[in-house]
């Protein structure tokens, strides 16, 4: 599996973490930045990332900023993306499960960095659970995107 991973200014340190995390388990990454704790825009590397799942070209994603908040709005701007900002492991299970959410977001700020792997862990590895009630609402939100 492929990930896209992307930050912002806030989340860069966090993002470190993940990717010795990803690299100990040795899952592949594209690292579409920021690069360093200069001030940036989160919507233009959160759009990356978006961009990287959307096109197949990465299998999940995982963007961090301060909150994870302002990132999980702009990946959902993406016909097709499903970013859940998760700060817990039960929720980043349930969305895995029932929304087969491709993108995960995470605040640096308010989620420290042992809890952030572990719902890493849990995110990457919880499978969609396939039911046919989560089938037809995950339809459902495609359709309002088409309607766009």
Same mark, same amino acid.
């Given at each position: ?6 930050? &912002?200014?806030?989340? @860069? ?17 594209? $690292?579409?930045?920021? @690069? %360093?704790?200069? %001030?940036?825009? @989160?919507?233009? @590397?959160? %759009? ?6 959307? %096109? ?19 990946? +959902? ?22 929304? $087969?959410? +491709? ?21 990457? &590895?919880?499978?969609?659970?396939? &039911? ?17």
């Amino acid at each position: 599996m492929m990930i896209a991973l992307g930050c &912002d200014h806030g989340g @860069y340190e966090l993002l470190q973490e993940v990717k010795a995390h990803l690299d100990k388990r040795g899952l592949e990454y594209k $690292d579409f930045g920021t @690069y %360093s704790t200069d %001030s940036v825009d @989160y919507p233009d @590397y959160a %759009s990356k990332v978006a961009c990287a799942v959307q %096109s197949g070209e990465c299998e999940r994603g995982i963007i961090i900023c301060g909150t994870g908040i302002g990132v999980s709005i702009v990946a +959902n701007k993406f016909k097709g993306i499903r970013a859940a900002l998760c700060g817990d492991c039960f929720s980043a299970e349930a969305t895995r499960q029932h929304n $087969d959410a +491709n993108i995960l977001t995470m605040g640096a700020r308010v989620t420290g960095p042992g809890l952030a792997l572990k719902i890493v862990d849990t995110f990457l &590895d919880t499978p969609f659970s396939g &039911d046919e009630r989560h089938v037809r609402r995950i339809a459902k939100i495609a359709q309002i995107e088409n309607e766009q």
